[in-house]
Each structure stands twice: as structure tokens, then as C-alpha cells.
RNA sequence: GUGCAACCUAAUGGUGCA
């Protein structure tokens, strides 16, 4: 029974989850039972794919055999709902978990109070962790980073720093990724100058900055137009002992982009690869935009077959950086081509994408068109967002349409979509 | 004494603005 569990484990490891379930088919024949960490390593693999319902159907099989879930099998779903942002369903599994007479675990806590923080629920995480540490459970480093990120995320580098301030207390230790999440916080609040601050700080608790350390610092320079010292700091990195990654490297690239300076962006896109750091997704999705917002889509074209080449799979933004370029031309057969070719890649258009379509639309009078990508986007469970509303509304508004404009203001509201 | 759980931090795309 362990040699088929760590059997089966490696499998699903890889994502073989057809030849796992084979092997857990066999294991009655073998008189082998499967026990609760044969299921749970089947549940585990099954969210990770997302396919969540086959999941719990598989806990249900697992109960009817008279196997009952541990926590780490409880622990494994709220993760995945998490994941999929079922946060009400992993937060009543949670209560099973008592009700059943188990005791989550830190990781347990953890899993929820991620799932919180990435979805900006930074109120309803603080809670969890409050509710884990009355019920006797101690938050550990983990926890704490996952909370600091949170309210960094949410603008509140202050909270966070309280939040660093009572981890000291309780004799929890922050580590790199720490600190790195205080100064990403303390840098898109604007305290640049606050963050190079917190290196001095993480020296003194015997921690040394990192990639990630720099590589926030230098986006958060170059986002501020301090392109000299983006680079200064880009230039001191070999004298650390640190080498520049693709993130860094897309951090300057877009940059230079964005001031319309695409040959700059171009010599660097060169010299990453020329030092032996491969560009990714994002950068060329960064190369791209700068080359489509300058309407060069041969350049543009050219750089995506690049990219093809050297195995980078094109995603949702790609595309859409593409159709955007395009529709800014008023070539809007070729934007069509482009969705289309996407969608047959199985890549599915995002609000982002449906939004630059509606605006495009509104652009040329066509607001019927755009009205229907409205439609669309329900159909295929795409919630359209402010932004898209803004776009319709401001495309009505220049055209005169003023009762139009109100007419979309309201399904606007009757989606529970928050006008800004 | 061997097998199950949270991959916690950085870079890229859409509207409008005098």
C-alpha cells in the first residue's frame, strides 16, 4: 500500500493523473486498500488541475469505503476552492473540520487566509488569523507573510508594518520574502525612498537582499521616471553577487517602451539574451505593447513569430496587446483574426480583451456590436467591470447619446458593477 | 527510521481626465 502511494504520488506529480488512477484501480486487486493519504493525494492532484467537482467526488467515494477525510484531505480542499475563489465554500469546510472533531492545522489557517489576501479580502484573512490563534494555534512566519502581502496589496503598508512589528513580539522570524513584500508595498505606495531604507533594517537581522529585493526597487524606480538610478542599481548588481533575471530585465524594458524609446527596449531585449537570460512571456508581452501602441504591428508580428520560436507560449495578453495594436489602425479584420486564432488555441479572451474590442466598436458608431459583445461576455461567464462600462458609456457620450449612456449606467449598476 | 496538505514576495495588456 505505500509502494502504490508513492507510486501513485509521483504520477500525479508529473500530471499523469490517467496512469494514477489506473494504478489506484489496481490496488484492490493486489489487496491493497487505499487509505485516506492514497485519496488525499488523488484529491490533492485533481484541484491542482482545478477539476474540483471530481475532487469531491471523490471524497464522497472515499466516505461511502468507510475511509474518512484527516485534516490534510480537508486541508488540500479548502486549498483548491481557494484557488478556484469559492472562499464561502472553503471557509464552511473550515467548520467542518470542528464539527467533525478534527483540529486544523497551521497549514489549514494558511491555505484560507491566503485565499483571503489574494482575493483583497485582507478584513476577512485578519479574522481568520485572530480565530486561529483563539482556538490555540500559533501563526507562523507564513502566515504573517501571507497577511503583509495582503495589506501591501491592499495600500496598507502601515498595517503591514504593524503587522511585522507583532510578529517581532511574538518571537516569529520574517524572512527575505518578508521583508521583499514591505518594500514592494512601501514602493507602489510611492516611499521609495522608505524602501531602500528597509535593506539597512534587513541587514541588521542578518538578512541579505535578494533578486526579488531589487528587482522591486528597480521596477519601482523605472515606474517613477528614475531611469539613471533604475539603472545604477541594474549596474550594481554583479558587485553583489546577484545576476539580473528576465523579471528585471522586462521591469527596464518596459520602461523604456513607455518613454517611446523601443530601440533602447529592443538593445536590451538583445543584451538579456546575449548574457544568457531568457525573455519570457512577459517580456515580450512588454516588447510588444511598446511596438503596438507605436502602431509598428509588422515589427509587432515579427517579434510574436520570434517568440513562437523560441517556445514561448503567446497568452490571453499577448492577444490582446495584438488586437489592440490592430483595432488602433482600424484594421479590424485582422484583430478578428487574431481572436480568432486565439480562441482556436484554446486561450480564452479575458475582460481585457472583450473591453478593447467594445472600445473599438464604440469608436466607429457601432454600438450595436458592442452591446452584443456585452451579451457575449455574460454567455461565456466573462463579468464585464468598470472599466468596460466606462468604455460604453464614454462611447455613447461622444456620439450624443445621452439616454443611451444612462441606459448602460443602469445595467451597469443592475450587475452590481460600482460606477467610479 | 521511508509515503499525503499551504508553491508566502517582484516584471507585461483594456476606459476616461481638465
Not at 56 to 73: A, Q
Not at 250 to 273: F, N, P, Q, R, Y
Not at 313 to 340: C, E, H, Y
Amino acid at each position: 500500500e505505500v509502494t502504490y502511494n508513492v507510486l501513485i504520488h509521483g504520477l500525479c506529480e508529473r500530471s499523469r493523473m490517467e496512469e494514477a488512477f489506473e494504478l489506484f484501480s489496481k490496488m484492490d486487486g493486489d489487496d491493497c486498500t487505499p487509505t485516506v493519504r492514497t485519496y488525499t493525494i488523488l484529491i490533492s492532484a485533481l484541484c491542482g488541475e482545478g477539476r474540483t467537482e471530481e475532487a469531491f467526488s471523490l471524497v464522497d467515494k472515499m466516505r461511502e469505503k468507510g475511509c474518512l477525510p484527516n485534516v490534510h484531505t480537508y486541508t488540500v480542499l479548502i486549498d483548491g476552492l481557494c484557488k478556484e475563489s469559492r472562499l464561502e465554500e472553503a471557509e464552511s469546510i473550515l467548520k467542518e473540520i470542528s464539527v467533525k472533531g478534527l483540529v486544523p492545522s497551521v497549514i489549514t489557517y494558511n491555505a484560507l487566509i491566503d485565499g483571503y489576501c489574494k482575493k483583497g479580502k485582507v478584513d476577512s484573512a485578519f479574522s481568520i488569523m485572530q480565530m486561529m490563534e483563539s482556538n490555540g494555534c500559533q501563526p507562523n512566519t507564513r502566515t504573517y507573510n501571507e497577511l503583509i502581502c495582503g495589506f501591501c496589496k491592499a495600500t496598507k503598508a502601515h498595517r503591514a508594518m504593524g503587522l511585522l512589528n507583532k510578529m517581532l513580539e511574538n518571537g516569529i522570524t520574517p524572512n527575505l520574502i518578508t521583508y521583499n513584500s514591505l518594500i514592494d508595498g512601501m514602493c507602489k505606495e510611492g516611499h521609495i525612498d522608505n524602501a531602500f531604507r528597509m535593506i539597512d533594517l534587513m541587514d541588521s537581522n542578518g538578512l541579505v537582499a535578494d533578486v526579488w529585493t531589487y528587482s522591486t526597487l528597480i521596477d519601482a524606480l523605472c515606474k517613477d521616471g528614475r531611469m539613471e538610478e533604475a539603472y545604477s542599481l541594474f549596474n550594481s548588481l554583479g558587485g553583489r553577487g546577484i545576476k539580473a533575471n528576465e523579471v528585471i530585465y522586462t521591469a527596464l524594458i518596459d520602461a523604456e517602451c513607455k518613454a517611446g524609446h523601443i530601440g533602447i527596449a529592443c538593445s536590451l531585449l538583445e543584451k538579456m539574451v546575449s548574457v544568457g537570460c531568457e525573455p519570457n512571456f512577459c517580456t515580450y508581452n512588454a516588447v510588444l505593447d511598446g511596438l503596438s501602441k507605436e502602431s509598428k504591428m509588422q515589427d509587432a508580428l515579427s517579434v510574436m513569430n520570434e517568440m513562437e520560436e523560441k517556445g514561448v507560449q503567446a497568452d490571453v495578453i499577448t492577444n490582446t496587446i495584438l488586437i489592440s495594436g490592430m483595432l488602433k489602425k482600424g484594421l479590424i479584420v485582422d484583430a478578428k483574426m487574431i481572436w480568432d486564432q486565439m480562441v482556436s488555441s484554446g486561450c480564452k479572451p479575458d475582460v481585457f480583451t472583450y473591453t478593447t474590442f467594445i472600445r473599438a466598436y464604440c469608436n466607429i458608431g457601432k454600438l450595436d456590436d458592442a452591446e452584443k459583445l456585452i451579451t457575449e461576455m455574460h454567455k461565456e461567464g466573462v463579468h464585464p467591470d468598470t472599466v468596460t462600462y466606462n468604455t460604453l458609456i464614454g462611447g455613447c457620450t461622444k456620439m450624443g447619446l445621452i439616454d443611451q449612456a444612462f441606459h448602460f449606467l443602469k445595467c451597469m449598476m443592475d450587475a452590481k458593477c460600482k460606477p467610479d
